[in-house]
């Protein structure tokens, strides 16, 4: 039970990463310190630099799989 707990928080943060970069997307210097945050999580650090080395705006969360929709609109 606890594993799939973990898993529904992991989705829960990578929603609201997913989110929050889409949001900062037009000010890239608040969209680079937020990823720079983000990548002080060795879990999260790879989602961080793949948003960072892309040329277009995050798709919605449930795009990448993201099963939780609690942050989208």
Avoid: C
Avoid at 17 to 36: C, N, R
Wanted: aromatic residues 8%; charged residues 30%.
């Amino acid at each position: 039970m606890a594993a799939n707990e973990a898993v529904t928080e992991a989705e829960h943060v990578k929603s609201l990463i997913i989110s929050t970069a889409s949001a900062l997307w037009e000010d890239k210097e608040a969209l680079g310190k937020f990823l720079d945050v983000v990548r002080r999580s060795e879990t999260f650090a790879p989602l961080a630099d793949s948003m960072e080395q892309s040329q277009v705006r995050p798709a919605k969360p449930s795009f990448y799989g993201v099963k939780s929709r609690e942050f989208q609109d």
